[in-house]
């Protein structure tokens, strides 16, 4: 009879290693299940920084490449008073070509609405490249501006711009 409680006492040894390697096992599953869900979540936040990288970096590149400049005579400045609009003339002297409709222009500081300004360039074409001169007739307000000193801003799509002060 008093080898039976040694059995017993082997036995339940032994469950109690089985309960351990079952506990072990068990953490070791959540350890690895938390392990993927941070790697996925890093992963995530590190392709969405990379593609924002890259969009940046190409608009970085484009405004790089693009150069405008107002060729006019700051002195004598066109104006029509018939039409009320004064002509400035603004080269592309980048490397990228813009589409000209999207061009915004600014008059002392303010900005003149797209339909008080009419686009073309001197060639006719529709895109406005490397060279081209695209001609802005510009209705300002006040027409015709004041005596004096004034200063035009035009800028392109991807936001470059090119400005010039000029005399009325």
């Known amino acids: 009879m008093m080898d039976m409680p040694i059995i017993d006492q082997h036995r339940s040894l032994e469950d109690n290693r ?3 390697a079952v506990t072990h096992m068990i ?7 938390l ?16 593609a924002s990288s890259g969009t940046s970096s190409k608009l ?12 006019n005579d700051p002195e004598i400045i066109p104006y029509n008073e ?22 915004t222009v ?11 300004v009419d686009v073309s360039l001197v060639d006719g074409d529709v ?6 001169i695209l001609t802005l007739d510009v209705v300002t307000v006040p027409a015709p ?11 392109a799509e991807n936001g470059k711009s090119g400005a010039m002060s000029f005399k009325t």
């Open 27 to 33: 953490f070791f599953i959540a350890a690895i299940i």
């Open 106 to 116: 600014l008059v002392d500081g303010i900005l003149i609405a797209p339909e008080n």
């Open 145 to 155: 501006l004041e005596p004096g000193d004034h200063r035009i801003l035009v800028a």
């Open 18 to 20: 089985a309960e351990t």
């Open 60 to 71: 970085l590149s484009e405004q790089m490449r693009t150069d405008l400049t107002v060729v």
């Open 82 to 103: 018939l039409s009320k609009t004064y002509t400035f003339y603004v080269k592309n002297t980048g490397k990228t070509e813009l589409v000209p409709e999207y061009v």
């Open 35 to 50: 392990a993927i869900s941070v790697v996925a979540l890093v992963s995530a936040d590190v392709q969405s920084m990379m």
């Open 127 to 132: 895109v406005w490249r490397p060279g081209d």
